[in-house]
């Protein structure tokens, strides 16, 4: 039976996920897949890491030069994350010849081009299953399940963290730092949890897998982004009222004014799937024009998700021969010649607070109408003696139009503009 060794950089929670799939699983694998894939190096600097999972001492390295050297060494599996050790580790081991699994999604986003330039320098392959949306297979569905499509649309909730803390806004009335300090408890939320609330994890995330549906590099200085800092539970509480739900979405388009990638918080009705993935699940919904819609959802993140994704890939790699690279057309015309889409369309929430008297609403939505928005629905609710809040969704018009009349609505003292969040159309 063939024989693959695997090291493993990094026993963190994916890495420790990893080896124990790897190490209790190996017989299954070799009665399933006919292949003997045995741990035969890891690399990990804390030793309790190491106790903790039983490693035997024998096989850990002190070193990256003791893992790319070792000849029982087929298979790098890098789960350190960022790029401070992880990108040159990852780049010694792609120019010794060995195969590389990573689960580092931000080290894929920025250096894909020369990644997969020094993987076919050597007739070493690159597999990244893991670097985006967890236990989710994203990355082979889209590259072995619908490669028959021209992909349209890619959307999806690929933060777990960030959809922990709107579940429990939306389900439970918590407010956003009592949702992040309980997320943070539960392991959920990092002690500094910007990559998460920012957007960049998705923002990451998003540039891979839309570079995949597209067959384009969609850089990620590309990705418009904004998290979910700034979300109010008021906003939450006026969209269900309205039949909506909060999330913060991934969105790719292929359009013909060109592609559009954006991470952002946005209202989804609460009739789309997408409305109902919760707590700290995941989806990816995508369009194709043969396959029509399809939605994936699971585990985002955790130990043994996260691991299985790795897995999947180590075990890929070992039972195919022949290698695969990053499968991005990724060359620096490519990325010259396509158009990206800033003033994408959606359709808005809108949340003002106007004075309540004779023609202040109709003020508003004339000054809306020049705009070319167009308003499917409105309440209007008394806040202060003599001022009301009110909140509207519109029909599907241009970002640019929103921000002129939002200018033009605060500069003109038309309105009070509380919140302008997106809504997904
Ligand atoms: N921090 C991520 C999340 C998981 O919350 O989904 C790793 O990408």
Do not use: W
């Not at 792609?94 to 999604?105: C, D, H, Q, R, Y």
């Not at 392991?187 to 570079?211: H, M, Q, R, T, W």
């Not at 609460?270 to 700290?280: C, I, K, Q, Y």
């Amino acid at each position: 039976m063939k024989k693959v060794g695997v090291a493993i950089l990094g026993l963190g929670v994916v890495g420790g996920g990893a080896y124990k799939i790897l190490t209790e699983r190996r017989e299954f694998f070799r009665a399933t897949q006919g292949v003997d894939i045995e741990v035969t190096c890891v690399l990990e600097r804390d030793p309790e890491r190491v106790r903790s999972l039983g490693v035997k001492s024998e096989i850990v390295a002190s070193n990256v030069f003791e893992v790319i050297s070792n000849p029982d060494v087929n298979i790098v599996v890098e789960c350190i994350g960022g790029v401070a050790d992880a990108k040159g580790y990852v780049f010694d081991a792609l120019n010794a010849g060995k195969i590389v699994v990573t689960s580092n999604k931000e080290l894929i986003c920025k250096y894909a081009q020369d990644l997969q330039r020094a993987a076919k320098r050597t007739n070493a392959g690159i597999y990244y299953e893991a670097s985006c949306v967890g236990g989710v297979p994203i990355v082979r569905t889209l590259l072995d399940g619908v490669q028959s499509n021209r992909i349209s649309s890619i959307q999806g909730i690929i933060n777990g963290t960030t959809n922990y803390i709107l579940t429990r806004m939306t389900k439970d009335g918590m407010t956003y730092e009592d949702a992040l300090a309980e997320a943070r408890k539960l392991g959920f939320a990092e002690a500094d949890p910007s990559a998460d609330v920012e957007g960049f994890d998705a923002a990451y995330k998003l540039s891979i897998l839309s570079s995949l549906a597209f067959h384009t590099r969609v850089p990620f200085s590309k990705v418009f982004r904004e998290g979910i800092t700034g979300i109010s539970g008021e906003d939450v509480e006026y969209g269900r009222g309205l039949g909506y739900t909060l999330k913060l979405l991934a969105i790719g388009k292929d359009t013909e004014r060109g592609i559009e990638a954006r991470v952002h918080p946005a209202f989804v009705k609460n009739t789309h799937p997408l409305a109902n993935v919760d707590g700290s699940l995941n989806a990816v919904y995508l369009t194709g024009d043969a396959v029509g819609d399809l939605m994936l959802c699971g585990e985002g993140a955790g130990a043994l998700p996260t691991g299985s994704a790795v897995v999947s890939d180590v075990i890929f790699a070992a039972t195919h021969e022949g290698n695969r690279y990053l499968a991005f057309k990724s060359t620096a015309k490519a990325e010259s010649d396509v158009r990206f889409v800033s003033d994408f369309e959606s359709a808005y929430y809108f949340r003002l607070t106007l004075a309540d008297r004779a023609g202040a609403l109709s003020k508003l939505t004339t000054l809306l109408a020049k705009n070319n928005i167009s308003i499917v629905d409105l309440v209007q609710r008394p806040s202060a003696a003599d001022s009301a809040t009110v909140v509207l969704v519109t029909h599907t018009t241009h970002e640019v139009s929103v921000k002129n009349a939002v200018a033009r609505i605060n500069t003109a003292g038309i309105a009070k503009v509380g919140s302008v969040i997106r809504v997904l159309s």
